[in-house]
């Protein structure tokens, strides 16, 4: 459905991709993978057809996107909803006129709007009453979920993309992120891409990753693959998430064995000694 073949892309003098390839079959998440500076959101911007590649060849539904005027451009573009890093809601606009912003603009009916704007306000877990608030009165989590919401109601597209989605959110808000894509996945079918630094979302979410090191794929393959691979840049930036699982494990062992007061201590009295 979506596929790179040696992708090259540079400014200036500065290389950025060099002869990036994956594919991406329908129904299927694609995470890039990869240290800050490596290339990644690129991907992104080559796929939008916000940039064209130096050389190479990308395909969308087996069309080659790089040899499309702008009109077919931004034609293929309506397949592919995006959620922004941070979300980008529009600060202006309540929650409501985020979501159905790409539907004002095609032209729907008001009534169409609300419904759009109720069904996938729901679909990603929030209440429709949150309509007429503003961006700035949700947490981090829920402006995310919105921006994804914003993304599906612009025209239900086929294509996901997500641009460092959990980035900025605490551990429990990234998580119901990672379960929203995961099931947008499994009951909508939605073929995705994921542009992420965490490692951990990644061997969550990913049905197949491409590691990017400064524009370069240096790994190809399923989350279990990226687990075993040897390769030393490999093994140095998946060490710290590895080194955090060990010492939870180790944690964990240690446990059953450590001693335990039998009962709490007592609570200081109000004024006294405990």
Known sequence: MIEFRNVAFSIGDHMILLNVSFLVTRGQTRVILGPSGSGKSTVLRLLMGLWQPDSGNILVNGEDITQVPAERMREIRR??????????????????????????????????????????????????????????????????????????????????????????????????????????????????????????????????????????????GTPAELNDAKDPFIEEFLAPFRKAIDAANSREECEPGMQRPATAPPRPQPGGSP
């Open 79 to 220: 397949s592919m909803g995006i959620v922004f890093q941070q979300g980008a809601l529009f600060d202006s606009m309540t929650v409501g006129e985020n979501v159905g912003y790409t539907l004002l603009e095609d032209k729907h009916s008001e009534d169409e709007i609300e419904a759009a704007v109720e069904k996938y306000l729901k679909m990603v877990g929030l209440d429709p009453g949150l309509r007429d608030r503003m961006p700035d009165e949700l947490s981090g989590g829920m402006q995310r979920r919105v921006a994804i919401a914003r993304a599906l109601a612009a025209r239900n597209p086929e294509i996901l993309l997500y641009d460092e989605p959990t980035t900025g959110l605490d551990p429990q808000s990234a998580e119901r992120i990672t379960d929203l894509i995961v099931h947008l996945r499994e009951a909508m079918g939605k073929t995705s891409i994921m542009v992420t630094h965490d490692i951990a979302d990644a061997f969550k979410v990913g049905d197949r990753i491409t590691v990017l090191d400064r524009g370069v794929v240096v790994f190809e």
